[in-house]
């Protein structure tokens, strides 16, 4: 999350920006291999037991795939009723 942010991709445009980048495919949602690419683009360095966990703690539906919603989410973080960010995404 912090990379990401680190990078410029803040604010949600940001964040759009860099999913539409590594969706490879088109198909409005981040492989698990796409998903591992935006890591290594944003040179966050880990093995492939850290990356699939990271993976599954974005994947909040276990389909297989991070959609927009859920790349937000896990980016970004929750917003809580007064429009700040929570980041208990990460934190299951």
């Avoid at 698990?32 to 599954?56: H, M, P, T």
């Amino acid at each position: 999350r912090y990379a990401i942010l680190r990078r410029g991709t803040q604010g949600i445009n940001g964040v759009k920006r860099s999913f539409k980048q590594h969706d490879a495919d088109k198909s409005e949602s981040l492989s698990l291999s796409e998903f591992v690419n935006a890591l290594k683009d944003y040179r966050i360095d880990l093995d492939g037991q850290s990356q699939s966990a990271i993976f599954r703690l974005f994947d909040q539906d276990g389909n297989g795939q991070i959609n927009y919603e859920e790349f937000i989410q896990g980016v970004v973080g929750k917003m809580n009723a007064e429009g700040n960010q929570s980041f208990k995404p990460l934190s299951k």
